[in-house]
């Protein structure tokens, strides 16, 4: 089946300091990924739809100049948390939705980001 | 209200137990319906598509009651490894995201 990669798939820093997590479709193109979040006890919040090549769009509430997201090729976005604080702490997962199959998303591993 | 809202629970069940998770979602006009399972620390995984008719896999039956806006599964004969947490998940149309309710966590004992 579809394979979806996340990297780092935790990460620890501090305060302040800006981290990038990449989602990659490994054996498939993906011309739609989402970004999701997801406190303790809480289900998956939609953070972003990302579209090879055009800006995403973010869900109410997420701000898009501290959520930076790239998706410049087929294969590979990136979530960037600028600035995090110990609030961004969560857990980052992304999904991918292939050419021709619209029904169908894979979700990566997921990254478990926790800002001291 | 909540696009898709599940009991959280916690289920905790003997071994060989038959459980039923109900979830309600309040667009009516969402087209495709799933059942998730996600283990702790780890990503949700797809357990079963859910269709109007019904449909069964193995020991999980689902079903669709669109008037209602009502989804249910049933896990019959549970075993330990079913302990997970059980996300109904909602996609008002296809391509788009999806919508995942709060989860039901069961919990499977010996």
Known sequence: ?116 | RKEVEQDPGPFNVPEGATVAFNCTYSNSASQSFFWYRQDCRKEPKLLMSVYSSGNEDGRFTAQLNRASQYISLLIRDSKLSDSATYLCVVNAQAGTALIFGKGTTLSVSS
């Open chain 1, 1 to 116: 089946g579809a394979v979806v990669s996340q990297h780092p798939s935790w990460v620890i820093c501090k305060s302040g300091t800006s981290v990038k997590i990449e989602c990659r479709s490994l054996d498939f193109q993906a011309t739609t990924m989402f970004w999701y979040r997801q406190f303790p006890k809480q289900s998956l919040m939609l953070m972003a739809t990302s579209n090879e090549g055009s800006k995403a769009t973010y869900e109410q509430g997420v701000e898009k100049d501290k959520f930076l997201i790239n998706h410049a090729s087929l294969t590979l976005s990136t979530l960037t948390v600028t600035s995090a604080h110990p609030e961004d702490s969560s857990f980052y997962i992304c999904s991918a939705r292939g050419e021709g199959r619209p029904e169908t998303q894979y979700f990566g591993p997921g990254t478990r980001l926790l800002v001291l």
